[in-house]
C-alpha cells in the first residue's frame, strides 16, 4: 500500500506531520488543490539533501496540512518514480522488486540451456588476449615517455584484471570440464596479482550464496554505527577508505581476507596453505627478479603501478555492481536469494576497450543469477534475462554520477533508508565528502 502524504519539507504545514512508511516507495500528492497532481518521494533519499533536485515543480503552491491516509498505488506512478531516481543516482534503470514467491530457481529456469555450455577455445582464446594486451602493455611501459606512462599503466592494469576474470571463472567451474586444469590455471592467472587463490575462491563463493546479506556477505558491506562511533581515529580512517580511497579499498579487503588462516573453515586449511606458498614464492622469486633487472623505480613502474590500476578495476567494479541507495543489505530472515542476486545486482555498461579486456566481468547480473555461466555466454544470458525480467533490473553505463552518489551517499548501514551518509551522522569529520562532492563531476 502506498501513503498520500504531504510532507511538511516540500509543502508549508501548520499541522503535525507524521511519517508514514507502508513501503519503500510513497506517493504524495496534495489533495486540497485544484485538479490532481502526483509526486513521489522515498526514504532512502539522504535527510538534508536541496529538495529541489528531487521534486517535480508544481504550478502552484498552498499551505496544506500534513495527512495519511492510504491510497490504491499507481503503476504509472511508480515507473515515473524509479526513471527519475534512476537519473538522480546516475543509473539507466532502476528494476521494480521482485515479487517475493519467484525463486532463483525460476528464474535460472529461464535461461537458455547453451549458456552454460563448456567452450575450451573460446577459453583458451581469453587466456591468449589476457596474455597478449598484458605483455604488450609491459612493452608499452618500456618504451614510453614519462608523460605517456599513466595511459600504459592504465592499459596494463585493465588488462591484468583480465587475469583476475579468468581465474575467476576457474574458481566458479565454468573455465574448463577439468578441475585440475582449472585450479592451475587459476592459481597462475592470481599470481601476477598477489592473490592467494584458494582463499580468495572460499570467500568469494560465500559472497555468492549471501550476496547482500548483512553480516554473512564476505564482499562489501555498508559501515556499522557501532563500528563508526567506536573511536575517532577508526572514523577518520573509514571517512577516507569509503569516501576519497573508496577506488582502491580492495587492497584492505585483500589484505584483510585473504591471508588470516583464522578465517577459514578446518578443512579448507590445507588448500589455502598452498595458495599462500604460491603467492609467497612468486614474491621472493619474482619481485627480487624485476629490481634486478629494472630497479627499484622498475618494480614500481611495472609491477607495482599496474597493480595499483588492477584495484582500482576492482574496487570499481565491485561496488557499483552491489552499492546504490535502493538496494538493500538485509538479515538472514529477511533476505531472499532471488531478490538479492537479481534486483541486487547492477548491469553496468563501461567503454569497449574496458570490456573486452576485462572478458564482459561486469555483465554481471547473469553471473549472480548462476555463476556457472561462463564469460563468454554473459552476453547471450543477460539478454535473455531483459526479455524475462527485465522490468526487475538495474542498469547503468558507467558515469561520473553514478560514482559520485555511492562515494558521497553509501555509507552507514541503517535499516529504515539502507544507507545514512558520514556528512549527517559526523558533518565536523567528513571533510573528504564534502570535497567529493565539489569536485566529483555530477555528470551522467
Known sequence: MACRIADPSVFPSTGHHQRTRCQKIATLS??????????????????????????????????VQAVAAPVAPSSADSAEYRKQLAESYGLRQIGEQLPDNITLKDVIDTLPKTVFEIDDVKAWKSVLLSVTSYAFGLLMISKAPWYLLPFAWAWTGTAVTGFFVIGHDCAHKSFSRNKLVEDIVGTLAFLPLIYPYEPWRFKHDRHHAKTNMLKEDTAWHPVWKAEFDSSPILR?????????????????????????????????????????????????????????????????????????????????????????????????????????????????????????????????????????????????????????????????????????????????????????????????????????????????
Open 236 to 444: 577518520k580512517a573509514i571517512i577516507f577508505g569509503y569516501g576519497p580511497f573508496r577506488p582502491w579499498m580492495s587492497i584492505g579487503h585483500w589484505f584483510l581476507w585473504h591471508f588470516d588462516l583464522k578465517r577459514f573453515r578446518s578443512n579448507e586449511i590445507q588448500r589455502v596453505k598452498i595458495s599462500l606458498a604460491c603467492v609467497f614464492g612468486f614474491m621472493v622469486i619474482g619481485w627480487p627478479l624485476i629490481i634486478y633487472k629494472a630497479g627499484i623505480m622498475g618494480w614500481i613502474k611495472f609491477w607495482l603501478m599496474p597493480w595499483l590500476g588492477y584495484h582500482f578495476w576492482m574496487s570499481t567494479f565491485t561496488m557499483v555492481h552491489h552499492t546504490a541507495p535502493h538496494i538493500p543489505f538485509k538479515s538472514s530472515d529477511e533476505w531472499n536469494a532471488a531478490q538479492a542476486q537479481l534486483n541486487g545486482t547492477v548491469h553496468c555498461d563501461y567503454p569497449s576497450w574496458i570490456e573486452i579486456l576485462c572478458h564482459d566481468i561486469n555483465v554481471h547480473i547473469p553471473h549472480h543469477v548462476s555463476s556457472r555461466i561462463p564469460h563468454y555466454n554473459l552476453r547471450m544470458a543477460h539478454k535473455s534475462l531483459q526479455e524475462n525480467w527485465g522490468k526487475y533490473m538495474n542498469e547503468a553505463k558507467w558515469n561520473w554520477r553514478l560514482m559520485k552518489t555511492i562515494m558521497t551517499l553509501c555509507h552507514v548501514y541503517d535499516k529504515e533508508e539502507n544507507y545514512v551518509a558520514f556528512d549527517q551522522l559526523a558533518p565536523e569529520e567528513s571533510q573528504p565528502i564534502a570535497f567529493l562532492k565539489r569536485v566529483m563531476p555530477d555528470y551522467a
Open 30 to 63: 496534495a489533495p486540497c488543490m485544484t485538479g490532481s497532481w502526483h509526486l513521489t518521494w522515498n526514504r532512502l533519499l539522504v535527510k538534508g539533501e536541496n529538495h529541489k533536485k528531487w521534486v517535480v515543480p508544481m504550478r502552484r503552491t498552498r499551505t
